[in-house]
């Protein structure tokens, strides 16, 4: 087919048009994504909507799905993880897609095997297993283990019981091990070194989620504490949630809310005193943990009034009870019948207690993807924290050396809250906004609202301010207006919110232009 010169031109001008169309309607997609009416509150100002993102995992502290590791584990560990079958979508999945905190729950021997050796330098399983997390964007979070019942060997470095701590036999298998009497004075000093140089190591909250600052007791619930003397309960307890707390001053700290807490028992009902005990350390900031959620016989109301009286105070970490390889799970009062039913016992547990974090614990993850997916979406969702401003004002034009007026109003989309109040944070995520460079999206003014706290930020009730920074030393200009929750240690963002629409490479989310005269 032959085309005229003049028909060759209508055709490329039809092209021309038809592409000029196109981008016109993206910008125009655009522009109403970022779409201003003026506010008639404040004079030059101007309103702007924004639509929330509820899907996305967003990789914040204290929040989310956490994935338990081991120093243990075997070499496919991570390959299984990087390959996890989710039949409802008919594909594999990587874990790290869903979970941003590694938890390793660790004997104090593998991490000091002897004096003044520490397994993160030595260990090579150790450093893999980290190293490997790390590669795939998770912080860490552990718990150091001393008592050695139930264990394969002693989890208390034999350089202890070496230099004279008192302590005592069990049988675990077919082997006798040993362990220490928390209230022995060689033990402390040991451990007391230890604790200062693990701080050293991880007291970096770019590295590290949460601690469980206290270890002691059987498989480190802080429970089933054997003492040398039981009156040395609270003294103990004390001493070690101090030591922590003394050396992981930038960390949250976690404890088991248990109803015997310190105790040499198992289980019975409440000890009166153990809220006490708790309470010493929740006020320290330690945050709340509990390591049987969906265990209906040992999860009760003692434990549902403790999570709900410190409900958005401190925020709280499940972990499942079933090991459901290992338990007859029919027991439960709730007479589950199949595994799908733990796990919607224990998600139902924790939305329940408001929790910010759950747990893909070794040999139970397989079963949230393969038996309630739908529910890692959910708690993805809704679980933990998802702060949003749906509406804020500011002005199109601003003059250096006068004051103008922000008004901002903030949403939390989970069921959870963000703990900027526990005293490691300090309140020290804010709410800023700054002028960004056009092309480079670079800061060039920045302003903080003192005044804003995502701890107060609840679902179902938006919490508005007021800012009225003073503006000076800004070139003129036209730069963009942006928005963050920044970490004001060093004003960068902090906390990732969920927002559809620009958000830069440093974590700004960009509104609209302004001019600078």
Not at 248 to 261: D, E, G, M, Q, S
Request: net charge neutral.
């Amino acid at each position: 087919m032959k085309f005229s010169n003049i028909n060759l031109l209508s055709w490329l001008l039809i092209v021309i048009l038809s592409c000029s169309s196109l981008a016109y309607c993206s910008d125009n997609k655009k522009i109403k994504n970022k779409k201003t009416v003026a506010d008639n509150s404040i004079p030059g100002n101007y309103i702007i909507n924004v639509e929330p993102e509820t899907q996305k995992m967003l990789r914040n502290p204290l929040t989310g799905w956490v994935l338990y590791g081991s120093a243990t584990a075997k070499p496919d560990f991570w390959d299984k993880y990087d390959n996890i079958n989710v039949p409802s979508l008919g594909k594999s999945v990587r874990i790290s897609d869903y979970a941003h905190t590694f938890y390793i729950r660790i004997s104090w021997a593998i991490l000091n095997p002897a004096e003044d050796v520490y397994g993160w330098d030595t260990d090579e399983k150790l450093k893999w297993m980290i190293d490997n997390a790390r590669q795939r964007g998770m912080r860490l979070a552990f718990r150091v283990v001393v008592d050695s019942r139930d264990k394969r060997q002693d989890f208390t470095p034999g350089f202890v019981k070496d230099a004279g701590a008192k302590g005592y036999e069990s049988k675990s298998g077919n082997r006798m091990v040993w362990s220490p009497y928390p209230d022995d004075a060689v033990f402390q000093k040991k451990y007391e070194k230890f604790i200062k140089a693990f701080a050293q190591k991880f007291n970096d909250p770019d590295i590290v989620d949460f601690i469980d600052g206290y270890g002691l007791g059987k498989w480190g619930e802080a429970h089933s504490v054997r003492y040398e003397n039981d009156s040395n309960r609270e003294a103990v307890f004390k001493w070690v949630v101090d030591l922590y707390s003394n050396n992981f001053t930038k960390i949250p700290l976690a404890i088991n809310y248990h109803r015997l807490v310190a105790t040499p028992k198992d289980w019975d009902k409440p000890d009166p005193y153990s809220e006490t005990l708790l309470e010493y350390a929740f006020n320290k900031g330690y945050i709340l943990r509990h390591d049987a959620f969906g265990m209906t016989g040992y999860y009760q109301q003692w434990e549902k009034d403790l999570a709900s009286k410190w409900k958005y105070i401190r925020p709280i970490i499940m972990e499942g009870g079933w090991v459901t390889k290992q338990h007859t799970i029919a027991l439960d009062p709730r007479e589950y019948k199949s595994i799908k039913d733990v796990r919607e016992g224990e998600f139902y547990d924790s939305k329940e207690a408001h929790v910010n974090m759950m747990d893909f614990r070794i040999n139970e993850t397989e079963s949230w993807f393969e038996d309630t997916y739908p529910l890692v979406e959910e708690f993805i969702a809704e679980g933990g924290y998802r702060l949003y401003p749906d509406q804020l004002s500011l002005p199109k034009a601003v003059k250096n050396g006068t004051q103008i007026e922000i008004t901002h109003r903030w949403n939390n989309l989970g069921w959870g809250y963000c703990p900027n109040n526990i005293p490691q944070w300090n309140y020290k995520y804010k709410v800023a906004f700054a002028l960004l460079d056009k092309q480079t999206k670079d800061v060039k003014a920045i302003y903080v609202d003192d005044n804003s706290d995502p701890s107060k930020w609840l679902k179902g009730t938006p919490t508005s301010y007021t800012f009225t920074p003073y503006v000076k030393d800004v070139s003129k200009g036209t730069y963009l207006w942006a928005v963050a929750i920044i970490d004001t240690t060093n004003n960068t963002k902090g906390i990732d919110i969920s927002v559809k629409g620009d958000i830069t490479s440093s974590g700004w989310f960009t509104l609209f232009e302004a001019t600078v005269k």
